[in-house]
């Protein structure tokens, strides 16, 4: 009877070391990618909404805070994707290329944002070069988003891209993004 039970422990705890459920460090760093910038795409959406709530009221305060807040989720971003580095794979250093290029677009865009306001420009014309910065970004988002998708052509990093919970995710907000356009 012992020897049954010693059996039934030692098969119990092989497949509890079997891992099935760890997620690989591909994967954990498709989660990683897609959450940081699924987050930025929920803040940025939520800033440009309460402006449009605003309507006609929307003063330059009201532009100024929103382009603060949309600072913020940018630098966490930029943060957290620097923080990632390139993930142990073939096409690794790529996928970091793709990301620090992002961050340099999106830096870009808030550039433009900040000139707008220091320019004394009237809310329209504020506006306008908001609105045009933040379709950029948007779009800069999903470009870099489908291009690290296709690195590594059917290896580890592709995979764990297209099968990330946060990947669909940031997929879904960014096809929302595209349909609203």
């Given at each position: ?114 000139q707008a306001l ?44 297209e099968n990330s ?17």
């Amino acid at each position: 009877m012992a020897r049954a039970w010693a059996l039934v422990l030692a098969t119990a705890l092989l497949l509890a070391s079997c891992g099935g459920d760890e997620p690989s460090a591909s994967e954990e760093y498709a989660n990683s990618v897609c959450s940081s910038l699924s987050a930025w795409v929920t803040d940025v959406q939520a800033t440009i909404q309460s402006l449009q709530e605003s309507g006609l009221s929307t003063s330059r305060e009201d532009i100024q805070s929103a382009f603060d807040q949309t600072k913020d989720a940018t630098d966490a971003l930029v943060n957290d994707l620097e923080q990632a580095g390139a993930p142990e794979t073939e096409d690794g250093q790529a996928a970091k290329e793709q990301l620090d290029a992002l961050a340099t677009q999106l830096r870009q865009q808030l550039d433009l944002i900040q000139q707008a306001l220091d320019s004394g420009q009237g809310l329209t014309a504020i506006a306008a070069t908001v609105s045009t910065a933040v379709s950029a970004a948007a779009n800069a988002v999903n470009t870099t988003y489908e291009n690290l998708k296709g690195l590594d052509p059917a290896g580890e990093l592709q995979d764990a891209f297209e099968n990330s919970e946060d990947c669909n995710t940031l997929g879904d907000q960014l096809a929302d993004i595209g349909s609203q356009s």
